[in-house]
């Protein structure tokens, strides 16, 4: 019982990921790479543009460009004295003319507006305008979108496809990115047998190892795959000092338990040490943090629990925005998960004195509907699922209650 008492408490899921956010370094190493190659990594540097976008004033429609003061009658009578395709550059227009336009091209000098072609009327090359257009109607205007010199992308930021675009639209060629990230995985227990191979009486396949590794692809990380472990605490602090070696970060699933044959946590207390153990969640609970000593420096260590769903979800919750901050994200915004306000078409009558992360799917009238079972090791309610219920502790929830939703789009590239 004293034991008991001396036991540190478990640390709230805000304050264990406040912990992580603030230990996280970010990778120092930056390298420029194609744009086109850019996809999924985060700048090193704050992107300026060189130019205005659009770089001249341009028609947002095909049709006419004419003087707005020609066509006040409504129904003015035009000469077409020019044609401009997208990529060209016209003649200045003279009074009482037109150019035929197409979407893009650039505003010739005189004309102030663009009339749309279902507006117009021609006969050979003369064009009848049934429309009194305003000075400037259906122009873009020349850095109405980019000016010179603004910063278009911030430091930090993780280049999608809408970043990517943004980049070549001002003729970017390379941008400076944060080197990837290095993380080394391994899982641990003499029951784990990959897919493949026979499965003995009281074996399980590694579905973590899968689960994981496409989590970390998908982030971009630079992977290196120690497989299975032997339940032993010499085979796992050899793996952990490999591991340490050229990796900024080491992740590992099963073995952070109390168990006699979890042997990660004091492996990990041997080789470094761990500063944090234990989450007030459910799934999840066991969750270590720490750091593996090498030669130079320093590895971060995280260890997940074993039981898939709440390997998955710890992932989710705590892994992927302390690998976000050590890319270089540092927006709060971009760190953590948008989260909707929805209502629960269910009950769960009994409330958990840990915060709980409980799978559900929106339903055709707009409400959750939650999987029947919520267990760590029932992986089929991951697929069934569209996300997280946030439910925090001491929290029973009633059919028609307003619950917090994390949708597992905004979690998983």
């Not at 000016?147 to 400076?176: C, F, N």
């Not at 973590?208 to 796992?236: K, W």
Request: hydrophobic content about 45%; overall charge negative.
């Amino acid at each position: 019982m004293a034991g008991a008492a001396n036991k540190p408490p478990m640390l709230m899921v805000r304050e264990a990921l406040d912990f992580l956010l603030a230990a996280a370094r970010p990778v120092p190493d930056m390298e420029t790479v194609p744009t086109l190659e850019a996809n999924g990594r985060v700048l090193a540097q704050a992107q300026v543009s060189g130019m205005n976008v659009p770089s001249a004033d341009n028609t947002q429609m095909d049709g006419y460009a004419v003087r707005a003061e020609d066509c006040a009658s409504g129904a003015a009578t035009l000469t077409v004295s020019q044609r401009i395709p997208a990529g060209h550059v016209g003649q200045p227009l003279l009074p009482g003319t037109a150019a035929r336009i197409f979407t893009g091209a650039m505003i010739p000098e005189g004309a102030d507006a663009v009339v749309m072609q279902e507006q117009c009327e021609l006969a050979g090359n003369v064009v009848t305008v049934n429309h009194a257009p305003k000075s400037g109607e259906w122009i873009r205007r020349a850095g109405e979108d980019i000016t010179h010199g603004s910063v278009i992308l911030a430091e930090g930021t993780r280049l999608r496809s809408p970043e990517l675009g943004l980049a070549a639209s001002v003729g970017l060629a390379q941008l400076p990115v944060r080197r990837r990230l290095r993380v080394a995985v391994f899982f641990t227990g003499d029951e784990l047998t990959m897919p493949g191979e026979p499965l003995a009486p009281g074996a399980i396949y590694n579905s973590n190892r899968f689960t994981l590794r496409a989590l970390l692809q998908n982030l971009g990380c630079e992977l290196t795959d120690f497989g299975i472990v032997p339940d032993s605490l010499d085979a796992t602090r050899a793996v952990l000092r490999k591991a340490a070696a050229g990796n900024d970060l080491i992740i590992t699933s099963g073995g952070v338990s109390v168990g006699e044959e979890d042997h990660v946590k004091p492996a990990v207390e041997a080789e470094g040490k761990l500063t944090m153990w234990q989450i007030a969640m459910k799934p999840g609970k066991p969750l270590a943090f720490g750091e593996v000593l090498n030669e130079n420096n320093a590895a971060f260590f995280m260890g997940l629990p074993g039981n898939p769903v709440s390997s998955f979800v710890t992932f989710l919750i705590f892994v992927r925005p302390f690998i976000l901050k050590l890319q270089g994200v540092h927006d709060a915004a971009a760190l953590a998960p948008k989260a909707y306000q929805l209502r629960a078409d269910f009950d769960w009558p009994k409330a958990d004195r840990r915060n709980e992360f409980l799978r559900a799917r929106l339903n055709d009238q707009g409400g959750l509907e939650l999987f029947a079972n919520q267990g760590s090791g029932v992986l089929t309610s991951t697929v069934w699922a569209d996300g997280l219920i946030d439910n925090p502790p001491g929290q029973a929830i009633r059919r028609g209650d307003v619950v917090r939703f994390i949708p597992f789009s905004e979690v998983m590239p």
